[in-house]
């Protein structure tokens, strides 16, 4: 039923931008708290970037100031606009959608989208 689908990565120098895309099928994202993660060889999966169902927003101190998180629920789509990109940021990014309703837990993931920064 769920389907979340990232897209928009690539390669891009330092000091460069890319605004990541996430669509969602049978989920509703105004309902969710929407949160980018992203994973680098070798490294641990990070929290970058969260926004809630009411639209509060916390970031990540390694990209504070340069990454944005936002929603369009019309047309139900999230993303994350990325400026000034340096190559630290490379990694896997991916979606998340998670909410709870009483005991139960409703929590999904994007397949992913990388994203290269590099000269």
């Known amino acids: 039923q769920v389907h979340l689908v990232e897209s928009g990565g690539g390669l891009v120098q330092p000091g460069g931008s890319l605004r990541l895309s996430c669509a969602g099928s049978g989920i509703i994202f105004s309902v969710y708290v929407i949160k980018w993660y992203r994973q680098a060889p070798g490294k641990q999966r990070e929290l970058v970037a969260t926004m809630t169902d009411g639209g509060s927003t916390n970031y990540a101190d390694s990209v504070k100031g340069r990454f944005t998180i936002s929603r369009d629920n019309v047309k139900n789509m999230v993303y994350l606009q990325m400026n000034n990109l340096k190559p630290e940021d490379t990694a896997v990014y991916y979606c998340?959608?998670?909410?709870?309703?009483?005991?139960?837990?409703?929590?999904?993931w994007g397949q992913g989208t990388q994203v290269t920064v590099s000269s």
């Open positions: 998340n959608a998670l909410r709870r309703i009483l005991t139960t837990v409703y929590d999904y």
